[in-house]
């Protein structure tokens, strides 16, 4: 738990999946506070955080049906793809003497000024893998008993991966 007194900021450290053996770094930084040794460490801000301590847990009761929140995790990886799947590009016409065209990105710059491409430039490459938060999703259902959230809607990643769920800011 960090507090606006000693770290500057407000915020809680969760951890789950306990494990035997970490390395030394996450070892150290859980000895420190007194905790088990957790394979998952994120740490999320809060402003309230009031009567928990160290090792206490945290489960599905805080949400309620009815109330929006947002679901954060990493997005399915789609590896190396070109700009007309990443970036939603055109593509070129399909006639008109146009041989191999139809997918290409078009043109990446001007000529002898500036005489290369500007950073930022939006090119094939790899997509997917990243951080993806998606926002104002309802709960549907709180199963206390087997600690289960039924959230209406997608929610970012493939199967089994991990996700924050956090309370959403919005009034509804």
């Given at each position: ?20 053996r970490s390395n030394k770094p996450k ?146």
């Amino acid at each position: 738990i960090k507090s606006l007194k000693k770290d500057g900021y407000q915020s809680v450290q969760l951890g789950f999946e306990r494990v035997k053996r970490s390395n030394k770094p996450k070892s150290g930084h859980l000895a420190v506070a007194g905790s088990d040794l957790f394979r998952h460490l994120r740490e999320t801000k809060s402003e309230d955080y009031e009567g928990l301590e160290v090792g206490s847990q945290i489960d599905v009761g805080m949400f309620e049906a009815g109330e929006k929140v947002n679901v954060t995790g990493v997005s399915k990886g789609k590896g190396f793809q070109g700009g007309v799947k990443r970036y939603n590009f055109r593509g070129g016409p399909k006639t008109h003497g146009q041989s191999d065209r139809h997918r290409a990105p078009g043109s990446i710059g001007a000529g002898t000024t500036p005489g290369r491409v500007i950073k930022g430039m939006r090119m094939a490459g790899r997509m997917g893998g990243d951080k993806v938060t998606v926002k104002n999703l309802d709960v549907v259902m709180v199963d206390a008993e087997r600690n289960l959230l039924l959230v209406k809607g997608a929610v970012p990643g493939h199967r089994n991966s991990l996700l924050l769920i956090s309370k959403s800011n919005t009034k509804s």
